[in-house]
């Protein structure tokens, strides 16, 4: 018999979330994705001044700042035709590299590891023996016996509390936990060490972008960080040598920590690698340029399309073939809601169906989420780091061949495995490390022009607005940390007329089509298994290895200040 269940909020993650699962034989057999809170971004940039967009667009999220200031640059550069400066390009490729860099470790460590580990089964660890298992995979120097007894006495002594916090409601002890003691105690270790490198390592994003969150640099034609070797308030050579010891602190913690323990974890967990494939479309914009021509082949990460799983097929991206689709979203199009709309002609005009709280379950039938449904040529697309690193893979990226092919010899599975839940978080990790790697030779490339008296960051050809056409439009792309991101512009008479942004948790978190076609998350779930669905743990598995961002995904203003839904938090 067939039993529904709902897991509202899906915690971990940015945003609000709800999951709605029907369960038959011990497997999800139809599933679905809200997003049930709003917020408003979209609406109010119109009539504002497109230099400004990027400033605005940056509040999407208090987690991904920098990434909607590079697609609304790049959209307002594309309307305008602007090229941007050599040092400027690099300034920009650090600043992304690196947020990729922090936002991927955090994830796997902070936001889904405790999906995979047992935090109440590491004080049952010997700790000589995690010791002897982390020298045997790492030669991370923090390994000693004594290290990780004083991690154990520690979560002990946080236990003893009764105040827990975060980790009150965890599953420990579910029975879907498959990592041993000392394995559970290796991986709480490095949770702890990761929060420490975390905080140093986002002072890049100071130093760049003098603050973080929310860098301050970024600007339509360049970056507004001057490079001066004369002064203490540039950037100059002793910034750029803090730079290059915090690059090599993350890679080395990336290279002797996360990269280690992602395969140590996933070994364990290999039948997840037939869970959770979803769609098997893959959609990537590529991104970071390695040069100034603007062409497609200057991408370190190339730009593709891939289409049921078929990795023999490279399709490229043609921005014209994406649309947006509310027939199941709290929102209505003039034209029906049927139609989709391309970003260029999109409309944010909420409509709110649903049931009043308290509920038990939505009404899926009908509209359900605050989150449109995208389309690329009518198929839905999952975006992301697996999108990325696959595109890549097929396009050639020695790179990124050269990582995945490693991963999948040490877990000693074929490349159909990168299909699923398991595949979707190491390929997370692939794409931090490939880029944990290149943000040191972005920035030797940096310092190699500034050796040559190269120190122009800014083009102000085109600032002003009166040598603007009084009508343009352009788009921007890039491939955030949870990946495809694209923002889109009208201008007229100097000023925004229309502004879209179809963010990676848009496409694959959106609901059904008209097709009735699933979106990425609902897709990944079926066919996943559950041991108890009381607590139904493998649901977050699959859901956390796609990082949501329901924050970015949702951007609805209600001008008169109506109440649509209202939120408890308890």
Request: aromatic fraction near 10%; charged fraction near 20%; include cysteine.
């Amino acid at each position: 018999m067939a039993k529904r269940i709902a897991v509202d909020p899906i915690t971990r993650i940015e945003g609000h979330l709800r999951i709605e699962a029907q369960i038959e034989g011990g497997k999800i057999v139809n599933a679905w994705s809200s997003s049930t809170a709003f917020r408003g971004i979209e609406t109010i940039l119109k009539g504002r001044d497109p230099r400004d967009a990027h400033h605005i667009t940056q509040r999407f999220c208090g987690v991904c700042t920098t990434v909607h200031s590079m697609a609304s640059i790049r959209a307002v550069e594309d309307a305008l035709k602007i090229q941007i400066p050599d040092n400027a390009r690099l300034i920009r490729n650090l600043i992304m590299g690196i947020q990729n860099v922090q936002d991927h470790l955090i994830h796997f460590y902070h936001l889904h590891a405790l999906d995979w580990v047992d935090i109440v089964s590491a004080l049952a660890a010997d700790p000589a023996k995690t010791s002897q298992l982390a020298q045997s995979i790492s030669d991370w120097p923090k390994s000693s016996t004594t290290y990780f007894k004083g991690v154990q006495e520690k979560i002990q002594a946080f236990v003893n509390t009764g105040r827990l916090g975060p980790f009150q409601n965890g599953y420990w002890g579910h029975s879907a936990y498959k990592l041993p003691p000392e394995a559970n105690l290796m991986a709480v270790a490095h949770y702890l060490e990761a929060l420490e490198w975390q905080k140093e390592i986002i002072k890049i994003h100071a130093i760049l972008g003098s603050k973080n969150p929310h860098p301050q640099t970024f600007l339509v034609g360049g970056m507004s960080i001057p490079i001066d070797p004369d002064s203490q308030n540039a950037l100059n050579a002793d910034k750029i040598a803090h730079i290059g010891k915090l690059l090599k602190q993350a890679r080395t913690f990336v290279e002797q920590v996360y990269i280690p323990d992602l395969l140590a974890i996933a070994s364990f967990y290999k039948d997840w690698a037939a869970i959770g494939a979803g769609v098997g479309n893959y959609l990537s914009y590529g991104d970071f340029p390695m040069d100034n021509s603007g062409s497609a082949s200057s991408l370190y990460f190339p730009a593709g399309i891939i289409l049921a799983k078929d990795l023999a097929n490279l399709l490229p991206v043609d921005e014209k073939k994406i649309s947006e689709y509310v027939t199941n979203s709290w929102y209505t199009y003039a034209a029906g809601d049927k139609k989709g709309l391309h970003p260029y002609d999109g409309e944010t005009t909420p409509k709110y169906t649903g049931p009043k709280p308290p509920y038990e379950f939505l009404n899926t039938d009908e509209k359900y989420s605050w989150v449109k449904s995208p389309r690329y040529n009518d198929q839905p697309m999952e975006v992301g780091p697996l999108a990325r690193v696959l595109v890549a893979y097929v396009g050639g990226n020695p790179d990124v061949k050269g990582a995945v092919d490693f991963v999948l010899a040490k877990l000693g599975v074929g490349a159909g495995a990168l299909f699923s839940t398991l595949g979707r978080t190491a390929a997370r990790g692939i794409d931090c490390l490939v880029l944990a790697q290149k943000n040191e030779i972005w920035l030797q490339q940096l310092a190699d022009n500034m050796g040559r008296g190269i120190y122009e960051t800014f083009n102000k050809e085109k600032w002003d607005p009166s040598t603007w056409p009084k009508e343009a439009q352009g788009y921007g792309f890039h491939e955030a940390p949870r990946g495809a991101l694209g923002h889109w512009i009208r201008i007229q008479n100097g000023a925004i007329a229309n502004y879209q942004a179809v963010v990676p948790s848009t496409w694959n978190a959106g609901p059904r089509d008209p097709l009735g076609q699933l979106g990425p998350y609902e897709s990944a779930l079926i066919g996943t298994p559950i041991a108890d669905e009381k607590n139904p743990l493998e649901i977050l598995r699959t859901i956390h290895s796609f990082d949501p961002c329901l924050a970015c995904a949702v951007h609805v203003f209600d001008g008169k200040g109506t109440e649509i839904v209202r939120i408890k938090a308890l």
